[in-house]
């Protein structure tokens, strides 16, 4: 897995406490994570997707079991905007999670189409993405992000 032992808890807490409907990764990378967070939108009784560039990686017992291959879509988030954009736009609480090659562009891309109490969250926060990167957008910071300092909480407000 490609996030901190913290990742776990505090995505757990955002799903259930944000009551989330459905989830989209970006950037699925080995597909440990995506594993998870396909497990954790299961329980919830929501939908996931999860977008790479490249070809799903993780086959194991596991992600067979789950069928992650059918939550899987491998092509450039950037050239895919309109599926993204439809899937966000149902009703109930979506999260983005911004975890591919460019998350500033990712950010930037895909906050405008959350609706009012959607959540996007970005990875690698602080080095790869920053405060400047999100001055004017309108999002607040969620607590979560005290608990997985590595991984950014936003609401749209």
């Known amino acids: 897995m490609q996030q901190t ?43 996931f997707q999860t977008w790479d560039i490249r070809p799903l990686r993780n086959t194991g017992p596991v992600a067979k079991m789950l069928k992650l291959a059918d939550y899987f879509h491998q092509g450039d988030v950037f050239a895919n905007e309109s599926p993204i954009k439809k899937f966000i736009g149902q009703p109930g609480t979506s999260v983005v999670f911004c975890d591919g090659g460019n998350k500033r562009k990712e950010l930037a891309t895909f906050q405008p189409y959350l609706k009012k109490g959607d959540i996007i969250a970005v990875h690698d926060w602080g080095w790869a993405v920053s405060w400047e990167d999100r001055r004017k957008m309108p999002l607040q910071k969620l607590p979560e992000c005290m608990i997985d300092p590595l991984t950014a909480f936003f609401v749209r407000v």
């Open 5 to 47: 032992v913290n990742a776990i808890p505090a995505w757990s807490k955002v799903i259930r406490e944000y009551k989330v409907r459905r989830t989209v990764e970006i950037g699925t990378g080995a597909g440990a994570f995506s594993v998870n967070l396909l497990c954790e939108m299961l329980e919830a009784g929501g939908d």
